[in-house]
């Protein structure tokens, strides 16, 4: 494993940064904030800044939400034909560009620019699938019970809505929210995290292309979130607010949006579990577990957080995924052969480094890894650590880092109980080859998801979301697009 290399940002790179638009997208015209301010973006493996963008005031917020009412009554009305088209002409623009989006999101967040090209692609997949949604919104008309009317229900867009993403995957989190709202018909104010505003700039220049009507999509970049999206959340004319990023943000979020009764979709942390029964193949088991855990960098709300292993098979497991741990070249990920880019800032690895000496002060063994990387940017080392005892942080808590501490089990029993014991509830992964066991612990396990002998879940034609504390809503799929509908109900005299 290698230490990071400190490079200077190359010509390529300034050129795909410089090419993305730096101010606020509002009613159609991209402008700057009131006042001129402007906030840094900063390359995790450098600390370099890469650009300045758009500090948009409280009043530019309210313009925005202005913008987005305005534009409701004509985009709700639209043929859904028009929106399906608009979606999968930015799917075609979002593909064609993504040797330089894929750059552009590297550089912003860190992770390998293979990984964000997956990213790319898994956001577009949103913008197709919703393209092909848009023309299939439905009603039904039944007799009632007691035959003596008929039952008719129809969809209608939300209206206004306010979508709110997280820095760790900048483009994907926002082609969940936005396909489904365009495809409702629902227009909307969209805020991504201070740290990776970029890409969310660049999808948004590419719906304009694609034929978004002024108005129909604003957004706005800021340093105080809370400032400027507070006064939205509270206002009249925001219908709906749909969220992803931590569980304490969502809980203020939420307490905001009871003020108008805002509908709310909350996608929060995880912590999920990661299960190897005894008669797992480990060697798949072990694949998969790269993959959830590495994925991101470990950043992500479906990173496996902790591995629950059958005592017959552990160390043969944990003795695997130490190898391949160890093995995996850390660096800054625009460059060949990196597989692991840096955490995303200096407060996130010391975060991970202060939950891994915990571990270690309580008595889990350290088998590779184990600390920051020295130099510039912020990185850390992959790391496993075995015997991970109950009192550890990091079984409670969301790591957002590439640590997996490993712990075991002797009966099914009890590895449903580590599984369910956490305030989380998003994904767990499952690996056994026992088709019973398998349906009997899917039941069981309290998430909204479950990896069944795989390590990846996203898909965009499958309901992501959690339950408990991991929040409420489901994004992609038919479901994705039911949270930007209402449901009304006519009951005929027929
Ligand atoms: P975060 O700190 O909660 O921020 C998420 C977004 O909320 C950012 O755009 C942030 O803006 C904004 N924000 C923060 N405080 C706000 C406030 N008071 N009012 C309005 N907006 C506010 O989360 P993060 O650190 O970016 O993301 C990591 C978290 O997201 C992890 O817990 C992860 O599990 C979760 N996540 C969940 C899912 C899922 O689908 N369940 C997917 C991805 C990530 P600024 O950053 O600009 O302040």
Redesign the pocket.
């Given at each position: 494993m290698l230490g990071p290399m400190a490079t200077t940002v190359s010509s390529t790179e300034a050129s795909v940064v410089d090419r993305v638009p730096k101010g606020l997208f509002i009613g159609g015209t991209w402008r700057d904030a009131t006042g001129g301010g402007t906030l840094d973006v900063l390359d995790p493996s450098t600390g370099d800044v890469l650009a300045a963008v758009a500090d948009a005031t409280p009043e530019d917020a309210m313009d925005a939400l202005g913008a987005a009412h305005a534009a409701f009554p004509e985009w709700k009305d639209s043929a859904p034909r028009a929106r399906a088209n608009i979606l999968s002409a930015a799917h075609d623009l979002l593909t064609e560009r993504i040797d330089e989006l894929a750059l552009l999101m590297t550089l912003e967040m860190g992770k390998t620019v293979a990984e964000s090209r997956g990213e790319i692609t898994y956001a577009a997949n949103f913008l197709r699938w919703y393209a092909e949604e848009a023309v299939r919104i439905d009603g039904r008309y039944t007799r009632n019970e007691a035959g003596t009317g008929r039952v008719l229900t129809l969809r209608q867009p939300v209206g206004p809505c306010l979508l709110?993403?997280?820095?760790?995957?900048p483009m994907a989190?926002g082609t969940r929210k936005i396909a489904p709202a365009i495809a409702a018909g629902c227009t909307m104010v969209v805020?991504?995290?201070?740290?990776t505003p970029l890409s969310m700039l660049a999808l948004a220049q590419i719906l304009e292309q694609a034929g978004v009507p002024g108005g129909v999509l604003n957004l706005i970049t800021?340093?105080?979130?809370?400032k400027v999206?507070?006064p939205l959340?509270e206002d009249p004319r925001a219908r709906k607010l749909s969220?992803?990023?931590?569980?304490?943000?969502?809980r203020?979020?939420i307490e905001?949006a009871a003020k108008q009764v805002l509908r709310v979709s909350m996608?929060?942390?995880?912590n999920a579990p990661f299960l190897v029964f005894g008669d797992a193949d480990v060697a798949a088991a072990v694949d998969g577990a790269v993959i959830a855990k590495m994925r991101n960098i470990g950043?992500?709300?479906?990173s496996a957080n902790r591995f629950h292993v059958h005592e017959s098979v552990a160390e043969r497991f944990t003795q695997q995924l130490s190898e391949r741990m160890g093995a995996l070249r850390v660096g800054r990920g625009t460059d060949e052969g990196v597989d692991v880019g840096p955490l995303i800032d200096a407060d996130q690895r010391a975060k991970v480094d202060e939950l891994v000496r915990d571990a270690v002060s309580k008595g889990a063994r350290l088998l590779t890894g184990g600390k920051a990387v020295e130099g510039a940017g912020s990185f850390y080392e992959p790391t496993v650590l075995g015997d991970v005892p109950d009192d550890a942080r990091l079984l409670t808590e969301?790591i957002?880092g590439p640590v997996a501490p490993v712990t075991t089990f002797a009966t099914d029993k009890e590895a449903i109980e580590a599984a369910n014991r956490t305030a989380f509830g998003?994904v767990a992964y499952v690996y056994t080859a026992d088709l019973t066991r398998a349906f009997r612990v899917c039941e069981a396990l309290q998430t909204g998801m479950v990896g069944l002998n795989q390590g990846l879940v996203a898909n965009a034609g499958a309901p992501?979301?959690?339950i408990k504390a991991?929040?409420f809503g489901r994004?992609g799929g038919p479901e994705g697009l039911h949270e930007y509908l209402d449901t009304k109900y006519i009951a005929l005299n027929v």
């Open positions: 709110i993403t997280p820095w760790n995957f989190m805020k991504p995290a201070k740290q800021a340093r105080s979130s809370g999206m507070q959340i969220f992803t990023g931590s569980t304490d943000v969502g203020t979020l905001q996608e929060l942390g995880g950043e992500a709300c479906t969301e957002f998003l992501f979301g959690g991991s929040g994004e």
